[in-house]
């Protein structure tokens, strides 16, 4: 289902959870909202589902509005994060209640629910009730309990968020192949950038009640349009007062006040002179820490009165803290009044 929002505001009292937010999701897409605590994730989600009504706004399925749609007829199934399955029931029982609901034939009940059974690889586990399940498992009869009756839309707030980290890895990536199976269109809450970043086709970034920016993950990374989104998403050096910036003054000394600039780890080369591909470009700067990162070392270097966080091969000799290196910036981006301006 293609799904629209514009203006879309919700106010509790004289406070705005969500303001003015605009967007649209092509059919069949993964949708990762994204943001801090407190930021308007969850309130934008239960408008989507018809259990919160719009201070102002509109929300359109297909081209029509369904402001006043009830819950029930916008054809949304929903997963929570404490998996909501009912205790009493067991699996084949919780994937049909929504099918019994809908009064659908025994018959048509019973292979509805195998199929789903089958989907979420829990053969043979159809008789078992909630606590004899993992809570990798749980939260798969979850979303199979929310598949059942063919929702147009997958509501999901933070569906991994009570499941330990391994699990969770796993579920992840068992969710994305899922849905794309399927071709729900879905849209997932999650304060967790990692878990945005690997799981959906396209993230929206909400803050403080806006929506500060919509892309795939790469997109936003890249190109992120606001300070907030550059800090938020990725590790990355957000410096003001950088007139010395080494090998950037020109470009910045152009700029006015209130200029920002982003360096993200990995555009900085840090290492022993002889390693540097272009040390006439490249500035001083002293090993402040290292740490092994799984995949790199990062490697904390003071330039001037700047700390910058650089990312090293691991290829490379660990280099040593306190020791004198050579730094080279590779590109920045530049934010004005906190706004985008371009990438250097
Ligand atoms: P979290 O990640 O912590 O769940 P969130 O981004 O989902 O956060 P929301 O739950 O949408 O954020 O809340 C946004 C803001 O609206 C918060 O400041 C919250 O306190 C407030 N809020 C949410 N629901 C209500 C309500 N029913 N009455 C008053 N304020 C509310």
Redesign the pocket.
């Known amino acids: 289902m293609q799904i629209e929002v514009r203006n879309l505001t919700k106010q509790?009292?004289q406070?705005s959870?969500v303001e003015n937010v605009n967007f649209e999701i092509q059919e069949g897409k993964l949708i990762g909202l994204l943001?801090?605590?407190?930021?308007?994730?969850?309130?934008?989600l239960r408008m989507l589902a018809g259990l919160e009504t719009p201070t102002c706004g509109d929300i359109l399925f297909q081209g029509s509005k369904v402001n006043h749609l009830p819950p029930q007829e916008r054809g949304i199934g929903f997963v929570f994060q404490n998996y909501a399955l009912f205790k009493h029931m067991t699996v084949f029982d919780n994937i049909a209640f929504g099918l019994t609901v809908q009064k659908k034939s025994k018959r048509e009940i019973h292979n509805r629910v195998l199929e789903l059974i089958e989907l979420i690889g829990l053969q043979g586990l159809h008789d078992r009730y909630p606590h004899q399940l993992s809570g990798g498992q749980r939260q798969r009869v979850a979303f199979a309990r929310a598949l059942a009756p063919s929702p147009q839309l997958l509501l999901l707030d933070e569906p991994f968020a009570a499941i330990d980290a391994k699990v969770r890895k796993e579920l992840r990536t068992w969710l994305r192949e899922m849905i794309s199976r399927v071709g729900v269109t879905s849209i997932f809450?999650t304060?967790d950038q990692e878990e945005a970043v690997e799981v959906a086709d396209e993230i929206m970034i909400?803050n403080k009640?806006r929506l500060e920016q919509k892309g795939t993950p790469w997109q936003v990374y890249k190109e992120p349009q606001t300070p907030f989104v550059a800090g938020f998403l990725g590790e990355s050096n957000l410096l003001s007062d950088t007139a010395q910036l080494v090998g950037f003054e020109s470009v910045l000394q152009k700029r006015l006040a209130k200029t920002r600039v982003l360096i993200r780890p990995e555009s900085i080369e840090v290492g022993r002179e002889h390693e540097i591909s272009n040390l006439a470009a490249a500035t001083k700067g002293i090993v402040k820490s290292v740490q092994f990162r799984g995949t790199l070392w990062q490697v904390e270097v003071e330039v001037g009165e700047h700390r910058l966080i650089a990312h090293r091969s691991l290829e490379k000799e660990t280099l040593l803290t306190g020791e004198k290196v050579a730094v080279l910036i590779h590109s920045l981006h530049l934010f004005q009044n906190d706004e985008s301006l371009f990438l250097e």
Do not use: N, Q
Request: hydrophobic share 35%; glycine share 34%; aromatic share 12%.
């Open positions: 509790f009292g406070f959870a943001g801090p605590s407190g930021g308007g994730k969850t309130t934008i809450v304060h909400i009640g």
